[in-house]
């Protein structure tokens, strides 16, 4: 059986290439992009690893180097760079991976190049919770050594470190990073504040990501805390003022209608709306008022329909037309005077003053 770049679908634009091998070492599979990237004409199934290497200068050393579990550099097809690795399979044989090395590096300046201009820090964790990825403002902002800057430093080792620097508080540092590893291993999502020790304080946040991994963030949201307890300082104050002001006014209300319940003269303040607004005990029992009908908003036409409605403006023939005209008079723009006739023969003698906000 022979697989060719015919034969075989290809992926994609740079894609790695793969094959697969035998407990013998010899070819069962191999994809397009293996066969492009080694320049092969095609892919004999039985092919030993060795012959289809052949092209490649010092292929014995190459192999002795996959076989210890390196990844290694060798030329390929179109003078690009490739990467080589081999790896076991589940049924004792093995998978050689190969894929563009200058495209790789590419894609990896390019992850870095975005996380270094992230506005937070950041840590990815393989599924064995090893360092695989950071950024500068990790370092920074956790105010960590640099020498922990490496691939495959262990998550445990960031831990320990916070934990005897005093990072998670008051406690035993072993304990406390058995604490937080036996929380990393359940690999669940999660977002917490810390306060570091000079005051500072990061919102931590934790996700899983495929492969059993993790990718935490680290921002510092110092300022946004200080200004948030600044707001609630000063909700608090303004809270404090509102109450205060409003004792005040209440006062103020108690002693205006305390004043106003003395004088002998009945006195009503309308506003612009003609809506009653205040009143004194003296106008309810001069007018004969039933109480249930002074409210503040209480409308003018409500009020005169009522003394109408009683007979206090006589025998009325509509009694519509004559609820008009006591709403024009009353908003005219200048004081006016007149008797009100009560129907149990009590003459009231009225000014109207209109008011500046009218």
Not at 216 to 245: I, M, N, P, Q
Request: proline letters at 4%; one cysteine or more.
């Amino acid at each position: 059986m022979t697989l060719d770049a015919g034969e075989v679908e290809a992926a994609a634009g740079v894609g790695p290439g793969f094959a697969r091998f035998d407990a013998e070492g010899r070819l069962t599979w191999a994809n397009a992009m293996l066969v492009r990237h080694l320049g092969l004409p095609a892919a004999s199934a039985g092919t030993a690893l060795a012959e289809m290497l052949v092209g490649v200068n010092g292929v014995e050393g190459l192999l002795r180097r996959l076989r210890a579990g390196e990844l290694v550099e060798a030329p390929g097809s179109g003078g690009r760079t490739l990467g080589l690795s081999l790896g076991a399979d589940a049924d004792g044989g093995s998978i050689l991976t190969v894929f563009d090395l200058v495209s790789a590096k590419a894609r990896e300046a390019c992850l870095e190049t975005t996380l270094e201009n992230l506005n937070q820090g950041v840590t990815v964790f393989d599924g064995d919770l090893r360092l695989v990825a950071w950024n500068r403002l990790a370092w920074e902002v956790l105010d960590l050594p640099r020498v922990l800057a490496q691939v495959g430093t262990p998550m445990e080792t960031f831990i320990r470190f916070s934990a005897e620097r005093g990072e998670f508080g008051p406690g035993d540092p072993d304990e406390l990073t058995v604490l937080r590893m036996e929380l990393a291993r359940r690999r669940e999502a999660h977002v917490y504040e810390r306060v570091r020790q000079d005051g500072r304080v990061l919102e931590v946040r934790g996700m899983p990501i495929a492969g059993g991994g993790f990718v935490t963030t680290y921002s510092d949201v110092t300022d946004r805390k200080r200004f948030a307890t600044e707001l609630e300082g000063l909700a608090g104050s303004l809270e404090v003022r509102v109450r205060e002001r409003t004792a005040e006014l209440e006062d103020k209300r108690v002693q205006l209608e305390s004043t106003l319940d003395a004088m002998s003269d009945a006195i009503s303040v309308f506003d612009k709306d003609m809506r009653l607004v205040v009143w004194n005990q003296r106008y309810e029992d001069l007018f004969s008022l039933p109480h249930d009908l002074l409210y503040i908003g209480c409308p003018f036409t409500d009020i005169v329909r009522q003394n109408i409605g009683r007979g206090d403006y006589g025998e009325v023939a509509d009694p519509e037309c004559l609820l008009a005209e006591r709403v024009e008079l009353a908003r005219k723009a200048e004081p006016y005077g007149y008797r009100f006739h009560r129907v149990d023969g009590v003459v009231l003698e009225t000014r109207h003053r209109p008011m500046p906000d009218g």
